[in-house]
């Protein structure tokens, strides 16, 4: 079992940025990757980046040169920095560990983006 806490979601204008954070604890040996998605009522979930255990990276078109995503293995935490963050960046945003035959999720952390 792993778990994950995330946090550093909030309010911020439309420029702004944000660096959400997730903490995995429990069995983080078992994971291969880890991703940051993104869920608005009414739209499917769009994953929005993504790291694996090697570092490679990928990112979503709509958030490439904006969002990076990073890692600090030494406390088994994912970071998203968000920077130039618009209106339609608005959603809950899910922290999601992939092992190889399970995917973990957190809880969530919301991310409102004024105009």
């Known amino acids: 079992q792993v778990q994950l806490v995330e946090s550093g979601g909030g309010l911020v204008q439309a420029g702004g940025s944000l660096r959400l954070s997730c903490a995995a604890s429990g069995s983080v040996a078992s994971i291969n990757a880890m991703n940051w998605y993104r869920h608005t009522p009414g739209k499917q979930r769009e994953l929005v980046a993504g790291?694996?255990?090697?570092?490679?990276?990928n990112y979503a078109d709509s958030v490439k040169g904006r969002f990076t995503i990073s890692r600090d293995t030494a406390k088994n935490t994912v970071y998203l920095q968000m920077n130039a963050l618009k209106p339609e960046d608005t959603a809950v945003y899910y922290c999601?560990?992939?092992?190889?035959?399970?995917?973990?999720w957190g809880q969530g952390t919301q991310v409102t983006v004024s105009s």
């Open positions: 999601c560990a992939r092992a190889v035959l399970y995917a973990y």
């Open positions: 790291i694996t255990t090697g570092g490679s990276t």
